[in-house]
């Protein structure tokens, strides 16, 4: 799909499909200031529909001319309200309104109230991210036809600078939500490694995938201990981005690849929707979605690491026992008092290795807790960091790329909750402030003078149904975030 600016008038687009935003109360007004030459039908149906232009209200006509086939009216609500995460909903509405046709999609949006390099980027991706269906499993996929071409109609010039950001984050975004939603007998260990590596070629990245006896080498006692349950070996990725000149940051991003969590033998039962847990890999898949971008968009003095442990959380004869001490890559012992906290146990290690190659700072992304979704929801994702400055980019980048996200605390004193009787740590506390304990294990392995943050999306990952620019499913979040976030430290 191209997104490009057009420099037509309304009144002489010559698309398929033309979408106009409608402030509430305005709608016969801005109808005949827009000239369009079906004016007297428009206002005919229009009353017919009893359309109010409110935030998130549609309505579609199809034009008895022949050119645009189909025009959708999107509300926009009160022009003093409208923020561009508004923008960014009503593009995805109406795209999604636009589905089952094809040809040229057109777009007209009060684009004078925004930065036009802003809206540009907020609709063009929304409209693209909407626009997404996921038929690699289907046989027969019933038709899903949509827009080749995406114009922006109206808009200044000066936006055309950031088009060519639009397709290679969403792609980032795409590849994510395809690893995220493919089958945990599909994507295993070895397949998110083949498909990181092959990134890595595609987009001249470095590569590095340990196999477990390079893993066994670097004392990750941790990591494996999850991995022992299952069949499959498990496989620790790095993918490295270098910019060729002089290198200013250097960033390091680390998911949680767990590419099926049973629980273990504290095996999920219940409403903990084992089946769901294909998607506890959520937190790799954007951080080699977000390598993808990265590759493509190439910032300058930007050193990248892409950092994953992935393995499946599994019980055979040889899994963890509940009870199980193991120990860490940086020597701490950990007592595995519930072996479904897993992730945590490969991030510690994937953490220690991250701090040895001495970044200015660390994210990881991580499917972590239940109760971080029963905090936030599953629109937005919990961040956790000592870091002011830190917290502060982060919370930029998201707000920037529409992604939600909040700041919870590390509660120092909630250390208690994690102290074992017989190692240094157990890896579970207890149910209360569960996201927060998670959070300060975490803590544990990472070198206290190295910025570095959490970012649970364990609601984030999956979108029940339709919402904004997410279709229901694997939605890639976190992508758009750390892309924006290295992309601005490249240019501090
Ligand atoms: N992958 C889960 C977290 C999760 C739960 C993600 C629900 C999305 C939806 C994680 O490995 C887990 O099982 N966490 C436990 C931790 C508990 C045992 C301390 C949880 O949240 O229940
Ligand atoms: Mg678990
Ligand atoms: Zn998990």
Same mark, same amino acid.
């Given at each position: 799909m191209e997104i490009t600016l057009s420099s037509a008038g309304l009144k002489d687009w010559d698309g398929s499909v033309l979408i106009i935003g409608i402030f509430e109360g305005e709608l016969e007004k801005q109808i005949q200031s827009f000239a369009l030459p079906y004016k007297s039908y428009l206002n005919h149906r229009i009353k017919e529909q009893?359309?109010?232009?409110?935030? /998130?209200e549609i309505t579609c006509f199809d034009l008895p001319e022949n050119s645009p086939r189909k025009l959708i009216l999107v509300g926009l609500g009160e022009a003093k309200d409208l923020l561009i995460n508004d923008l960014r909903n009503a593009a995805a509405l109406s795209a999604r309104a636009s589905v089952g046709n094809n040809g040229k999609l057109g777009i007209y949006f009060p684009w004078d109230l925004f930065e036009p390099e802003s809206a540009t980027k907020a609709v063009g991706e929304a409209i693209r991210l909407a626009l997404f269906k996921d038929l690699r499993f289907k046989s027969n996929p019933d038709p899903f036809l949509k827009a080749d071409v995406v114009e922006l109609i /109206?808009?200044?010039?000066?936006?055309?600078?950031?088009?060519?950001?639009i397709s290679p984050i969403c792609s980032g975004v795409e590849l994510a939500r395809e690893l995220v939603g493919a089958p945990p007998n599909s994507i295993t260990p070895t397949t998110l490694a083949e498909a990181a590596v092959q990134i890595s070629k595609e987009y001249s990245l470095e590569a590095k995938v340990l196999n477990k006896e390079e893993c066994e080498a670097k004392g990750m006692g941790a990591y494996l201990a999850v991995a022992q349950g299952s069949d499959l070996e498990p496989k620790f990725i790095h993918l490295i981005y270098k910019t060729k000149g002089p290198i200013k940051r250097r960033l390091a991003m680390v998911g949680k690849g767990l590419t099926f969590d049973s629980g273990g033998y504290n095996l999920k039962v219940g409403a903990a929707q084992i089946d769901m847990m294909k998607f506890d890999m959520g937190g790799s898949a954007a951080v080699i979605g977000a390598a993808r971008a990265i590759a493509e968009l190439k910032p300058a003095n930007l050193e990248a690491h892409f950092i994953v442990a992935a393995c499946e959380n599994m019980i055979n004869g040889s899994a963890v026992h509940p009870g199980d001490i193991v120990k860490a890559s940086n020597g701490k012992t950990i007592e595995?008092?519930?072996?479904?906290?897993?992730g945590r146990l490969t991030l510690a290690d994937a953490l220690v290795y991250a701090c040895a190659l001495e970044p200015d700072a660390i994210v990881d992304l991580a499917t972590l807790t239940g109760a971080c979704v029963i905090a936030l929801g599953d629109e937005i994702a919990g961040l956790w960091t000592e870091n002011d400055q830190l917290a502060a980019e982060l919370i930029n980048a998201a707000n920037d790329s529409g992604e939600g996200i909040w700041r919870m605390p590390l509660q120092r004193s909630y250390k208690e909750g994690l102290k074992s009787m017989l190692a240094d740590i157990k890896n579970t506390g207890p149910r209360a402030g569960g996201s927060i304990t998670a959070g300060l294990f975490l803590q544990e392995f990472v070198q206290k003078s190295i910025p570095w943050a959490h970012i649970d999306i364990a609601g984030t990952v999956w979108a029940e149904k339709d919402r904004g620019l997410d279709p229901a499913g694997a939605t890639g979040y976190g992508v758009r975030t750390l892309v924006k976030w290295a992309c601005d430290q490249a240019n501090k």
């Open positions: 009893n359309f109010n232009a409110k935030v /998130g /109206g808009i200044n010039k000066s936006a055309e600078k950031s088009l060519s950001t595995i008092n519930n072996t479904d906290a897993e």
